[in-house]
């Protein structure tokens, strides 16, 4: 397949998602929606590295996720991320009542090493699949090898649609509130002050307006990026920490102090196309899904994730009630266990766009939405996910 035609098929996917989640008023994800056409493109005519020949290989992809995490950093100030603590302690719930239900009614309907393979993949990413399908293998267990990595692909189908709805609903809510004058959002006051009118960061105020090109918003980004990476590089004697989630931090902070100004990928033209590669790298591991995959798993995969999703909204739900967070937000920010960053700002994003026209509503939901959102998405795949994939390889290895 030529370039061009395979890049112009993946445009036409993504922009059918679109349609279909505008149409929908964001009820039908586009995210979902995408997830179904790429699965049906694998199973006919798509080659299997349709997106690699479209020109994001895996190499580009890293590349973007570096300098997007870091970018949606400057979305958030410290004092937002301190506050977020209610949001920790809830996903941690989630979690918890993923384990605990497997563990228990699960294992009821399914053999213990089938439970224990699943969960990590479950609540997290492709680091904790990659884990669980090796240890799996192994033990000479093949088809739970295939299982674990079949979650990760799969998860996402019943995340990305209930996390529409449950946003949505919240953010009817809150929008209610806000036209009758109930609530006031808390507005990001250090982002804020970090700038100045034009948008330039305080740390460059005195470098004239010519100056400040795409390039230099690029390439300071890159800066903290860089410096996110060799953070994380120097720590791993001692300690684990994702150099994702550093990007998160240090982004937060770069705002903060006024080196990076708010989302300056979008002010350096570059936003689209960064959040355009990163989709399609996601999309491409739904190839690994094959029809003989899904027949052979479709049972045990259907029933973990149901039995899983159950346990994560009850005890969200708890938990959230006692935090005074809506049932529909907590369920919102636990269910990003299941696909983590983009999809979460993507899927967030497209929800407040569908709620209302007026900037300053669209303001004030994303406060109110997008922090928690991003916050949990990192807790979850980038964190928890991987400490659970070592302590259950473990388990399975000894038994």
């Known amino acids: 397949m030529a370039q061009m035609t395979a890049f112009t098929l993946l445009m036409a996917i993504l922009y059918i998602g679109d349609v279909v ?61 301190a506050n977020q603590w209610k949001t920790i302690v809830i996903t941690f719930s989630g979690i918890v009542g993923i384990v605990v239900l497997l563990l228990t009614v699960g294992s009821l309907f ?80 250090e982002n804020e ?16 307006k010519k100056y400040h090109t795409d390039f230099s918003r690029i390439f300071r980004l890159a800066i903290v990026t860089l410096i996110a990476y060799y953070v994380s590089v120097w720590c791993a004697p001692f300690v684990t920490i994702s150099p994702f989630v550093l990007c998160l931090f240090l982004g937060v902070v770069a705002s903060t102090l006024g080196f990076l100004e708010k989302q300056p990928l979008k002010k350096a033209n570059s936003f689209g196309f960064a959040i355009l590669g990163l989709m399609l790298f996601i999309f491409d591991g739904l190839k690994k899904a094959t029809p003989e995959m899904l027949e052979e798993l479709l049972l045990p995969m259907v029933g973990i994730i149901v039995i899983g999703v159950i346990g994560m909204y009850v005890f969200s739900a708890i938990v959230g009630k006692f935090l ?63 400490v659970l994939a070592g302590i259950f390889s473990s388990i399975l290895l000894s038994l």
Not at 30 to 36: E, P, Q, T
Not at 42 to 66: D, H, K, S
């Open 193 to 208: 002050a970090s700038e100045t009118d034009e948008g330039t960061p305080k740390m460059f105020t005195k470098v004239p």
């Open 110 to 189: 399914f053999d213990f090493k089938t439970v224990l393979v699943a969960v990590p993949p479950l609540v997290g990413g492709i680091v904790s699949s990659l884990i669980m399908s090796e240890a799996a293998q192994s033990a000479g267990l093949t088809s739970l090898s295939v299982l674990a990595i079949l979650i990760y692909v799969m998860q996402g189908f019943a995340g990305y649609p209930l996390t529409s709805i449950m946003l949505k609903k919240e953010g009817k809510r809150m929008l209610e509130k806000y036209r009758s004058g109930e609530w006031t959002p808390v507005h990001e006051q």
């Open 324 to 386: 005074g967070v809506s049932k529909e937000m907590a369920f919102a920010v636990s269910l990003t266990a299941l696909y983590g960053f983009p999809a979460d700002y993507i899927i967030t994003n497209e929800v407040i766009q569908s709620l209302t026209e007026d900037e300053k509503e669209k303001e004030a939901l994303t406060s109110h939405m997008m922090p928690p959102m991003l916050v949990a998405g990192f807790i979850t795949v980038t964190i928890v996910s991987v």
């Open 21 to 81: 989640s505008i149409k929908t008023k964001a009820w039908v994800s586009s995210v979902f929606i995408c997830a179904v056409l790429f699965i049906i493109g694998y199973w006919t005519f798509f080659p299997e590295n349709i997106v690699e020949i479209a020109g994001i290989p895996p190499v580009v992809a890293t590349l973007l996720m570096y300098l997007l995490i870091t970018n949606m950093g400057t979305l958030l100030s410290i004092k937002e991320l």
